[in-house]
Nanobody, 126 residues
Framework: QVQLVESGGGLVQTGGSLRLACAAS????????MGWFRQAPGKEREFVAV????????RHRDSVKGRFTISRDNAKNTVYLQMNSLKPEDTAVYYC???????????????????WGRGTQVTVSS
């Protein structure tokens, strides 16, 4: 089992940057696929980015490609989401999630992840 705690959210102006971090407990962090999801008020939770256990494979949703980058540091049990050129439509609660599954097309689905953090609020003002 792994416990996840997100940090780094906040209020930023359009065009600004934030770096989210997700710290994981446990000694097997490097064996987990890690993902970032977000949920805006009144909307379903949506995939943002995923990274394989080694960091060799990543995937980002189309609307954030070129602006957001997922990365991980297995020595620090932490996964990051660097967010640049933020837009008001990026406003949401951002969640970190962990999966024991293999990296595949299915890893964009929330149901593939067994462990979730409580989320961190990101608000982008226009």
């Amino acid at each position: 089992q792994v416990q996840l705690v997100e940090s780094g959210g906040g209020l930023v102006q359009t065009g600004g940057s934030l770096r989210l971090a997700c710290a994981a407990s446990g000694r097997t962090f490097s064996s987990y696929l890690m993902g970032w999801f977000r949920q805006a008020p009144g909307k379903e939770r949506e995939f943002v980015a995923v990274i394989s256990w080694s960091g060799a494979n990543t995937r980002h949703r189309d609307s954030v490609k070129g602006r957001f980058t997922i990365s991980r540091d297995n020595a620090k049990n932490t996964v990051y989401l660097q967010m640049n050129s933020l837009k008001p439509e990026d406003t949401a609660v951002y969640y970190c999630a962990a999966s024991k599954g293999k990296y595949s097309d299915a890893t964009v689905l929330p149901g593939e992840y067994a462990y979730w953090g409580r989320g961190t609020q990101v608000t982008v003002s226009s």
